[in-house]
T-cell receptor, first 112, second 116 residues
Framework: DQQVKQNSPSLSVQEGRISILNCDYT??????FLWYKKYPAEGPTFLIS?????DKNEDGRFTVFLNKSAKHLSLHIVPSQPGDSAVYFC???????????FGTGTRLTIIP | DSGVTQTPKHLITATGQRVTLRCSPR?????VYWYQQSLDQGLQFLIQ???????AKGNILERFSAQQFPDLHSELNLSSLELGDSALYFC???????????????FGEGSRLTVL
């Protein structure tokens, strides 16, 4: 049972444009969400997070939006840069629980 | 550099064999997590230790076991290996934040296991 779903395995975006990566979840107990970025031959690195008490969190070029009623979150990258080309994982955890459940990832390619 | 060290980086072995993967967490982190990433799959949670004690268990096979030692390093033991066990095995560490959430996990570079 995939509780965190990233339905787009890959996404290509022109440099300078907006990249939007989507994530859906099914477990209503999840209340903390994170995005991780992974380059080849490296471990995932933390990018940005959001708590369920918020609907938006921004950090520089990266913004995460959370729609609790739809059980959906998205990561916006503006403007997209070639260095953003990587695999992006969405992850979630329930309140008071340290275990993160990850999605299957979306491979983002920024076209120069 | 995340501060999490995993060894070995690459390992090739045969079916039926046993291997041990090692992880040293970031200085000060008490929690260690093991994740498996098979081809085209997400990160599957295997097991978590906190300060030497097992804290949570995920989809870990009975052929797999782990432990966390007093110096907080952890080992993942994989036995009776099968072809399907070929994967990237990641270790991560963290310190809890408010609300009991993990917050940010710091991942090692992974150990790539190939079973032939």
């Amino acid at each position: 049972d995939q509780q965190v779903k990233q339905n787009s395995p890959s996404l290509s975006v022109q440099e300078g444009r907006i990249s939007i990566l989507n994530c859906d979840y099914t477990n209503s107990m999840f209340d903390y969400f994170l995005w991780y970025k992974k380059y080849p031959a490296e471990g995932p690195t933390f990018l940005i997070s959001i708590s369920s008490i918020k609907d938006k969190n921004e950090d520089g070029r990266f913004t995460v939006f959370l729609n609790k009623s739809a059980k959906h979150l998205s990561l916006h990258i503006v403007p997209s840069q070639p260095g953003d080309s990587a695999v992006y994982f969405c992850a979630a955890s329930p309140f008071g629980n340290e275990k993160l459940t990850f999605g299957t990832g979306t491979r983002l390619t920024i076209i120069p | 550099d995340s501060g999490v060290t995993q060894t070995p980086k690459h390992l090739i072995t045969a079916t039926g064999q046993r291997v041990t993967l090692r992880c040293s967490p970031r200085s000060g982190d008490l929690s260690v997590y093991w994740y498996q990433q098979s081809l085209d799959q997400g990160l599957q949670f295997l097991i978590q230790y906190y300060n030497g004690e097992e804290r949570a268990k995920g989809n870990i096979l009975e052929r797999f076991s782990a432990q966390q030692f007093p110096d907080l390093h952890s080992e993942l033991n994989l036995s009776s290996l099968e072809l399907g066990d070929s994967a990237l095995y990641f270790c991560a560490s963290s310190s809890p934040i408010a609300g009991g959430h993990t917050g940010e996990l710091f991942f090692g570079e992974g150990s790539r296991l190939t079973v032939l």
